[in-house]
């Protein structure tokens, strides 16, 4: 059985700086964590976070769709997991962008659990992020 987490945010910025906030590899590190990421099909890269007892802190991506402004997406693999994430961007008109987050390939409803918290924190600190560019 396969599980899908799917989260909307709404950001008072534009297209371009909310794509840019998602593809750009210094941007990303400021509200997701370090990494080495391009959007360029086919890139390998990585998330790097602090190691701890349970977790090596490394996330394994591959880039699968980049189709700007609108859409980005990638794998997302940490240990026996790995799962799609999709990237949606829809402009809603009056500076308001709609940021669509849908990950695919969860096993457990603990992970899921764990990754909505993970995101919505993320996408807070994007939100901190914008306000100040």
Known sequence: MSLTLSLDFQYKTSIEKL?????DSKTLAKWVLENDFKPIVGHRFQFR???N?????IIDGEVLIVEEPNRLSYTWASGEEKHTVVWTLQDLGDGKINLHLEQTGFSNAQGLG??????????????KLLEHQ
């Open 49 to 51: 976070a602090k190691p």
């Open 53 to 57: 007892e349970y977790w090596d802190g």
């Open 114 to 127: 764990g990754a909505k918290y993970g995101w919505t924190a993320w996408c807070g600190e994007l939100e």
């Open 19 to 23: 794509w840019a906030a998602l593809t």
